[in-house]
């Protein structure tokens, strides 16, 4: 949806120019796959986004939510139509029953989880942390960056193989998530797989013909096929975007 792109979202880059999302992202990233799941275009989730981060300061602060056609956001006990902002009403909040449904609270503990596998990773526990992810996906499997930094860590660690077998099951739930196809050519490349690579970067320039990375790589790897042209189109391609 171009999320990052439009400002949305800022995630920083691994070492491999994969994407590592926080906390706060992620709570942004499950809003937009919601209101996806409710039938409304790509545009006017990131336009409801960009409006709900300028009106609460912190769009992952928010609640933003589909009805019916309408998108609606909501933070510090107002409501509003997240696209054009017009205030709905004015709440005062309360404490509900203190009852917390399973699934926010496995949502909730996932989080934690996912975090204490950042932290583990700049420690460099890295069996730790790889257990946190595994862990966090467990409660839940559509926590889309357990699944992006799992699966950089093992390739970065030299386990490839169990990367892409970690992608294979992750791309069932995110087939268009243009992080897990960078971390999956990355994977192909350091197996040796260069056209299997190749392909997975021109999926991710499908999907995204702006990521500067995959273009850059696919340059590189044209180049030491022998295959000139093709490089320098995609090194090209990388000046522009990055200039």
């Known amino acids: 949806m171009g999320l990052v792109a439009a400002g949305v979202v800022a995630p920083e880059r691994g070492?491999?120019?994969?994407?590592r999302f926080d906390f706060r992202d992620l709570v942004v990233l499950r809003m937009a796959a919601a209101l996806r799941k409710s039938h409304i275009s790509a545009g006017r989730i990131k336009e409801s986004l960009l409006r709900t981060k300028q009106i609460a300061a912190d769009a992952a602060a928010a609640s933003v939510r589909a009805e019916g056609k309408n998108i609606v956001a909501r933070a510090n006990g107002a409501e509003?139509?997240?696209e054009t902002g017009q205030l709905r009403f004015q709440l005062a909040e309360r404490e509900d029953s203190g009852v917390v449904p399973r699934q926010i609270d496995d949502r909730?503990?996932?989080y934690r989880l996912y975090g204490n596998g950042?932290?583990?990773e700049r420690q460099e526990r890295n069996v730790e942390a790889e257990a946190?992810?595994?862990k966090a996906l467990a409660l839940d499997p559509m926590l889309?960056?357990?699944w992006v930094d799992l699966s950089a860590l093992l390739c970065d660690h030299g386990n490839c193989g169990e990367a892409l077998r970690i992608l294979a099951e992750a791309r069932i739930r995110y087939p268009d998530s243009t992080a897990l196809l960078f971390n999956q050519a990355?994977?192909?490349e350091d197996l040796g797989d260069c056209i299997g690579a190749q392909h997975a970067y021109h999926d991710c320039l499908r999907l995204d013909p702006k990521n500067a990375d995959a273009h850059f790589n696919l340059g590189r790897l044209y180049d030491c096929a022998g295959r000139q042209q093709?490089?320098?189109r995609h090194y090209n391609q990388y000046r522009i975007i990055t200039s």
Do not use: T
């Open 80 to 82: 509003w139509q997240a």
């Open 132 to 134: 946190a992810y595994r």
């Open 15 to 19: 070492k491999h120019g994969e994407y």
């Open 108 to 110: 909730s503990e996932a």
């Open 230 to 232: 093709e490089a320098l």
């Open 118 to 120: 950042r932290k583990f």
């Open 144 to 146: 889309h960056a357990a």
């Open 186 to 188: 990355l994977a192909l």
